[in-house]
């Protein structure tokens, strides 16, 4: 049942996107199951290259992800979840097919183990992965056209995310931030992966949050409609990520970057009290 679906997908956001969980708050009720369902469909494409052991079985799954809406846009629906309930999502806001496609396809990114040679071609990864989420649910709250935010402020989230995690992925021995950002540190990728703590390191992340910020000043100078603002939601966390990743003697390889549950939802209360990210 679709009902049981959309329940199934809150819990889903709840215990894996909490970030994004907090952001369906904010908007109405009848729109906030449908959030919920497209934020079950991103962790579900994007979990994908944590959940095999080879690039081949999250091409596969991928194109599972693929087959799903092609079935979904001929009108058959599989018996999954999260396809279940973002099926009717899809149908209820027309929700357009190219960003769909564009962030599964952008995830193939995560199968490769070639890094990002360029800030460019990271820029195009975040754009197409977080900056399509937050286009695809500013279509759920709102109408209109968020584009030029959504991007600054996908990039912002999406590069803040990914030093976050740069423990995690070290220790699977996989570098999502550019080598372009690297060479410019001296950080080479084996220290990275051996998670050798220097002042090179402290650099490269200093770096790499300075970019995420200037990314988010770009997106607040974006005009975003108040209906469409609970999309960026989770963006107006990003401060608060990067304060803590850049503290003085923080470690990466041993310092979390968690912030208290009241602190965000403060945040995002402020932000859509003062009408901006």
């Known amino acids: 049942m679709p009902a049981d679906s959309f329940a199934a997908c809150e819990t889903l956001v709840r215990n894996a996107d909490y970030d994004r969980y907090l952001s369906a708050l904010f908007v109405p009720a009848d729109k906030r199951a449908h959030l919920f369902a497209l934020f079950a469909f991103n962790y579900e494409v994007a979990k994908t290259a944590e959940s095999v052991s080879q690039p081949l079985m999250g091409q596969i799954r991928l194109q599972w992800w693929r087959d799903a809406l092609d079935e979904i846009d001929g009108g058959r629906v599989r018996q999954h979840e ?15 097919r190219p960003l769909l496609d ?29 900056g399509n989420v937050i286009r695809l649910a500013a279509r759920i709250a709102g109408s209109g056209n968020t584009d030029a935010a959504a991007r600054h402020a996908g990039i912002a989230y999406a590069l803040t995310g990914l030093l976050r995690a740069l423990p995690f992925h070290a220790a699977k021995r996989r570098l999502m931030l550019p080598l372009e950002v690297l060479r410019a540190a001296a950080v080479s990728q084996e220290q990275i992966f051996s998670g050798t703590m ?11 949050a300075a970019r995420a910020r200037e990314h988010l000043d770009s997106a607040r100078k974006a005009k ?23 503290r003085r003697g923080f470690n990466p390889f041993r310092d979390i970057t968690e912030v208290p549950v009241y602190r965000r939802q403060l945040a995002m209360l402020a932000a859509m009290m003062r009408g901006s990210i």
């Open 224 to 246: 975003v409609p108040r209906a469409h603002l609970a999309a960026l939601l989770p963006c107006s966390l990003v401060p608060l990520y990067l304060k803590s990743l850049t």
């Open 198 to 208: 220097d002042e090179k390191i402290t650099t490269l992340i200093a770096v790499s």
């Open 102 to 130: 564009g962030l599964i396809d952008a995830h193939e990114n995560d199968l490769i183990e070639t890094p990002f040679e360029t800030w460019a071609e990271f820029d195009t990864y975040a754009d197409a992965t977080a």
């Open 82 to 96: 999260a396809v279940t309930a973002f099926a009717e999502t899809i149908k209820a806001y027309a929700l357009p």
